[in-house]
Nanobody, 126 residues
Framework: QLQFVESGGGLVQPGGSLRLACAASGFTFEHHNIAWFRQAPGKEREGVSCIRSSSTSTNYADSVKGRFTISRDNAKNTVYLQMSSLKPEDTAVYYC???????????????????WGKGTLVTVSS
């Protein structure tokens, strides 16, 4: 059964750090590109970062470059997002998804169209 379970969110002060985890099951994890998305209240879902199946390359949205780092552990079917120097504008629900491509981090390129996990809420506030 296809499943993505995001965890690690919480309340953090500006400038702080969090590490998100995405545990996946129900498909051949190591063969898929995996991306992190986020959706803030009243805004559309946007791509944050993506890592290719081979871990040979990654992609980041301009808004998080230099602050976020994506990684994966294929033995654990898990992708991580290390977030540092967090800003209030990073506040959102964060989701992960398998992707056709990491070049364009669009929700429309979700390999399993229509399926999203419950996400994990990140709140950056003093």
């Amino acid at each position: 059964q296809l499943q993505f379970v995001e965890s690690g969110g919480g309340l953090v002060q500006p400038g702080g750090s969090l590490r998100l985890a995405c545990a996946a099951s129900g498909f051949t994890f190591e063969h898929h590109n995996i991306a992190w998305f986020r959706q803030a209240p009243g805004k559309e879902r946007e791509g944050v970062s993506c890592i290719r199946s081979s871990s040979t390359s990654t992609n980041y949205a301009d808004s998080v470059k230099g602050r976020f780092t994506i990684s994966r552990d294929n033995a654990k079917n898990t992708v991580y997002l290390q977030m540092s120097s967090l800003k209030p504008e990073d506040t959102a629900v964060y989701y992960c998804a398998a992707m056709y491509s990491c070049e364009y981090m669009s929700p429309a390129l979700n390999f399993y169209q229509g399926y999203w996990g419950k996400g994990t809420l990140v709140t950056v506030s003093s």
